[in-house]
């Protein structure tokens, strides 16, 4: 049992530095191509936090809707703008110092949550049982969002052809 | 594992719903419909705006709630439906003309913004976190489409941009929020957060869930210092939308901000209302000083509605039946009063060359006085003179924070209307004061533009004159 | 239990390690005589032509979008067709609307042309 918590451990600690590495990654390199690539570095670490959580519908989810298809429309929207695409412009402008501090504070104010907080433990529980409990409060409970969330998808869908139509 | 039968009850949704079903059928209208008779599009999406404020009238007094606990049918949500459904029907007889213009009469501009309606009407319904954020979230996306309808001008398209960007942006705040007061409470229903909160001390995490809450309203409804889009997007965006979404926006999301501050969170008032008065202050002050400084009238305009927010922001702080109920009386003049405010600046202007400069407006007295007149009654509402709207308002929500013992925030309120004079009173001046400019020869105010001119202006005169009935509707609002 | 991944995990490092060592040792032991047609990146035998770095057709984002947009519906599938027998007729009446609204969507993309690649 004791290996068993020492390798989730492990896991999470390897896991975060690859989302980590990833982030810096994205924010840092000049070239967009490679920064998108380091994104979707990140994205993979995340859907591994996510696998370690025990949250496995979330990070299936991560892994096809992030890196399987919002990955490729960012490096599509890249290569369809003539100068994003060779640009070597500096990721830094005026207002870094700002935002910095800004980051800053807020990861201080969610580390502080994240210590002072008494962390309530779920009930362990399978991959086999959680999806149908999922798709039950799918389609009772939720049922509301659940319906709103195809209008929102037939708006972006409009939204898309509006703004993409030659 | 027993499966619970849905609690579905359509009649209480049924104004989302008719938005919804009307949305659809533009949808494919539009795809049948020849150039030139897009208008009927129009037409057909003011009658479903008419239904459905019948449906929300019918459901008057239901008090009832749906779908699991979330959405409600009470006079809260009803009145705001109604204001909402006015402002997107006053909105699309302004747009109808303008869009054909500005040769952008496209069916998907109507589709667009009755989804957005949709949005905003749920939003202003919900009780739960999860349906405010996706009304948030259906309420803005169409609204990013629609400041970047005019694709051939590139001011329009950087308003898509950056409303796109900041939205998204505080979506994310707002969801962050959701998610520890989900993590501190364990539920994202309202009333059950109340009643969690009622038996439990807070903790930090619920503080800061409540203040990530906060930052998200504020962007939406453009606080002091959340508000850096507002100007720039409302400047970009085709001026029909600005008018749509200065109005409809701030009456949804204040919607939501009321429901979900006063009624879930009562427990966090002393830390919330503290916030809420600085931020009040700022928004108020910005707002007014930074409209005394433009020369631009959709600017002004912008940095006026900011100013508004902050007004309204105070009925928050007072957090009482009177508070509520002079917001909603607030949203419904400052309503009227704007659109019919840039209803003037449509109809004032040449086709698709508009007249956005203060110094513009030189003589429009002589040559409109008409539209003159209409923006100078809905100017001086807007600064609150009486016998108009937006003095009532003001009047509500001032005396809402006395008697709970704001009156300091009523005072600056007060010196802010007096400052914003002003600025209100600049184009008044150049309309009346200075010989005409070139250029107003030929032309002609479109009829469906002076129809919604004409509906706007009687509003503001009726609500100064007879507010009496408006504030017993608005006073009905029970919240729950 | 996220020890259940263990399998996963050692085949990870498994694959991680069979293509580093593969690599590492072709890369030692083989011949190396480079010459100009070597060393031209490998177009499936054609001979390269152009820029890498063209721009695109602005096509390729409607695609990419509409990729999303129903990849993110049949996401909303899965923990509903996990449980398609026990929800009855509501539960197909209610994917059905939902179904119905993006099909909407769907009929307005094609009419509007949005498949058109011409």
């Known amino acids: 049992m004791l290996t068993s918590q020492f390798l989730t451990y492990v896991a999470f600690f390897v896991l975060s530095a690859i989302a980590l590495i990833g982030a810096f990654l994205a924010v840092t390199l000049r070239n967009l191509v490679r920064a ?16 370690v959580l025990e949250a496995e519908f979330v990070a299936i989810v991560q892994v096809i809707i992030y890196i399987g298809a919002i990955s490729v429309l960012i490096l599509f929207a890249i290569m369809l703008t003539r100068g994003l695409m060779t640009s070597a412009a500096s990721t830094q402008n005026s207002q870094w110092i700002g935002a910095a501090f800004v980051g800053m504070l807020m990861f201080a104010v969610l580390f502080f949550v994240a210590i002072t907080t008494n962390w309530p433990l779920a009930q362990p529980h399978t991959i086999s049982d ?3 409990r999922l798709g039950a409060d799918l389609v009772t409970t939720y049922l509301l969002p659940f319906e709103a969330v195809s209008l929102l998808l037939l708006a972006a869908l409009i939204g898309a052809i509006v703004i993409a139509r030659e | 594992m027993p499966i619970l039968v849905p609690d579905i009850n359509l009649r209480i949704i049924a104004p989302a719903l008719i938005v919804t079903v009307t949305a659809i059928v533009v949808l494919l209208g539009e795809l049948v419909t020849p150039a030139e008779r897009k208008r009927w599009l129009g037409y057909l999406s003011i009658a479903g705006l008419v239904v459905a404020a019948f449906a929300a009238f019918s459901l008057w007094g239901a008090n009832a709630s749906g779908f699991s606990g979330m959405v409600v049918a009470d006079n809260f949500g009803l009145f705001l439906t109604l204001t909402i459904a006015l402002s997107a029907a006053l909105s699309i007889l302004l747009s109808i003309p303008f869009i054909h213009a500005h040769e952008i009469d496209q069916g998907e501009y109507y589709v667009l ?3 957005s309606v949709a949005g905003m009407i749920v939003m202003a319904t919900a009780t739960d976190l999860i349906v405010i954020f996706l009304g948030l979230e259906l309420l803005s996306l169409p609204l990013y489409i629609l400041a970047a309808f005019q694709r051939e001008d590139t001011r329009s398209l950087e308003a898509g941009i950056k409303y796109f960007l900041l939205g998204a942006f505080s979506s994310a705040f707002f969801l962050y929020g959701i998610a ?28 800061i869930g409540v203040g990530l809450l906060m930052v998200g309203f504020a962007f939406k409804v453009a606080l002091v210092p959340f508000h850096w889009w507002t100007p720039d997007v409302y400047d970009g965006a085709p001026t029909t939308v600005t008018a749509f979404m200065s109005v409809a926006v701030k009456a949804a999301a204040f919607g939501a901000f009321f429901r979900t501050f006063q009624f879930a ?10 916030v809420a008065a600085v931020l009040a202050v700022l928004t108020m002050t910005l707002g007014n000083v930074a409209a005394l400084l433009q020369s631009n009238v959709k600017r002004m305009l912008a940095y006026s509605s900011i100013a508004h927010a902050g007004y309204i922001l105070i009925a928050l ?20 009063t704007n659109l019919g405010a840039f209803g003037a600046v449509i109809a004032l202007s040449d086709g698709a060359r508009e007249r956005l400069e203060i110094k513009d407006f030189a003589g429009a007295a002589r040559e409109h006085p008409l539209v003159a007149l209409a923006l100078t009654i809905c100017l001086l509402s807007l600064a609150g003179f009486p016998p108009f709207a937006g003095f009532v308002g003001k009047f509500l929500i001032f005396g809402a924070a006395v008697e ?25 001046v150049q309309m009346y004061m200075s010989e005409p400019a070139e250029g107003w020869s030929g032309i002609r105010v479109a009829p469906l533009v002076a129809l919604a001119l004409l509906i706007a202006v009687i509003s503001v005169i009726a609500l100064g004159v007879f507010p009496a009935p408006a504030i017993a509707l608005a006073a009905g609002g029970l919240i729950r | 239990m996220p020890i259940d991944y263990l399998p996963i995990l050692v085949m990870v490092v498994v694959v991680v390690a069979f293509a580093a060592i593969a690599l590492t040792l072709s890369s030692l032991t083989g011949p190396r005589h480079p010459t100009a047609a070597k060393l031209e990146p490998y177009e499936s035998g054609m001979p390269p032509f152009g820029s890498a770095r063209r721009r695109i057709s602005i096509k390729y984002y409607l695609t990419a979008v509409l990729f999303i947009l129903f990849d993110i519906e049949i996401i909303f599938f899965y923990p509903w067709a996990v449980l398609f027998r026990q929800l009855k007729l509501f539960g197909l009446v209610e994917m059905g609307v939902f179904v119905l609204i993006l099909l909407i969507g769907y009929v307005y993309v094609w009419r509007k042309g949005g498949f058109n690649w011409d």
Do not use: C, E, H
């Open chain 1, 130 to 132: 959680l999806i149908p």
């Open chain 2, 317 to 336: 702080v007072a957090m009482s039946a009177n508070g509520l109920s002079s917001a909603l009386f607030y949203l419904l003049a400052y309503t009227v």
């Open chain 1, 36 to 51: 998108a690539l380091g994104l979707i570095l990140s994205f993979m670490g995340v859907a591994g936090i996510y696998f």
């Open chain 2, 404 to 428: 709970t013992g704001w009156a300091w925030l009523a005072v600056i309120g007060v010196l802010n209307s007096l400052v914003s004079v002003y600025f209100y009173l600049r184009p008044v």
């Open chain 2, 180 to 207: 520890l007061v989900f993590g501190a409470t364990g539920t994202t229903n309202l009333a059950k957060i109340a009643a969690s909160l009622a038996q439990s001390a807070g903790s930090p995490m619920l503080s």
């Open chain 2, 265 to 274: 969170l009562p427990a966090l008032a002393l830390d919330w209302r503290a």
């Open chain 2, 113 to 115: 913004l009755l989804a």
